[in-house]
């Protein structure tokens, strides 16, 4: 048997794998993965010395197994295995917008939990929002395997969706406003090369001064915000640009378009 199975090692699955392998010291050969990408197959199983095989045999032989294909794969990934599925195994979902219910339609016998992870799981920072089927003797041991990749939220399921538009995606919205930001130093005349490193050192010590000092964000801004200064030159501008309805709008479309999802 091994300990974990993950079914579509993309984006996500290898950011889980590699979460697993260096944060919850599970070792490569204890973890079997499987991909209709066979290069992907091949390159992930040199990168991480796991094993690799057929989804049958990941199913088969996985005492949890994280199902990381896109949505619209769920069937032709879980239809052909449905049977081979026990009772005692564990079956993660990190699918944005399908919901346990629908799972269930596939098989009853594992139990089924849905995770919300999103890339900075990678490296152990992730935010991973999570709802499990029902509750579970195995809950403690899942919640904690989920913090080693990162900060953990249970929530009921219809919540994933908010934490899909929010921290799921997220990510894709801070590189943005980390590439824009180096793009303004660079039309103001420093190089691509050093804005984005200041860049992101400014997005990266501005959210640990939050955190570390549990200041509300409005407080923290004001101490930026010198009167006649600046900084309120700037924000004046975001503001005319409507910069906070953007970010609200996408966290918005983003919660209904994992709701569409389903
Ligand atoms: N990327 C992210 O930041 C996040 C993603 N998610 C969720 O994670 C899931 C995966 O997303 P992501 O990793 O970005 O997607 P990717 O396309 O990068 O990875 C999915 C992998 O699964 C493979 N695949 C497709 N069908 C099957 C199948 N039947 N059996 C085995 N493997 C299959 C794909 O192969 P091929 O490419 O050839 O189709 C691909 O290699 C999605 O459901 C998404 O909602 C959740 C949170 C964050
Ligand atoms: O874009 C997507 O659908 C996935 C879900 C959250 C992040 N990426």
């Known amino acids: 048997m091994f300990k974990v199975g993950i079914i579509g090692v993309g984006n996500m699955g290898e950011a889980i794998l590699k979460g697993l392998i260096e944060k919850a010291g599970i070792n490569g050969p204890e973890i079997v993965i499987t991909d209709i990408n066979q290069d992907r197959v091949k390159d992930i199983i040199e990168k991480y010395n796991v094993a690799g095989t057929d989804i049958r045999k990941v199913v088969n032989l996985s005492e949890i197994i994280f ?72 809950k403690d041991f899942i919640l904690s395997l989920l913090k080693t990749l990162g900060e953990v939220y249970e929530v009921k399921e219809e919540l994933l969706d908010v934490i899909t538009g929010l921290s799921g995606s997220g990510p894709a919205y801070v590189f943005n406003f980390i590439d824009a930001l180096a793009q303004g130093g660079v039309k103001m005349g420093l190089s691509y090369d050093m804005a984005l490193k200041i860049a992101t050192q400014t997005v990266l010590g501005s959210a640990k001064l939050l955190k570390e000092s549990g200041q509300h964000p409005v407080v923290l801004r004001d101490m930026v915000t010198s009167p006649a200064g600046t900084t309120i030159y700037g924000l004046h501008e975001l503001e005319k640009k409507n910069f906070k309805d953007a970010v609200m709008s996408a966290v918005e479309a983003a919660t209904k378009r994992s709701k569409e999802l389903s």
Request: aromatic share 4%.
């Open 67 to 138: 199902l990381a294909v896109k949505p619209k794969d769920i069937e032709s990934a879980l239809e052909p295995v449905k049977d081979l599925f026990k009772e005692n195994q564990i079956l993660i979902s990190v699918l944005a917008g399908i919901k346990i219910e629908k799972i269930k339609k596939f098989t009853e016998k594992p139990l089924i939990i849905r995770i919300m992870p999103n890339t900075p799981a990678l490296i152990g920072e992730g935010v991973i929002g999570v709802s499990f089927e029902k509750n579970t003797e195995k």
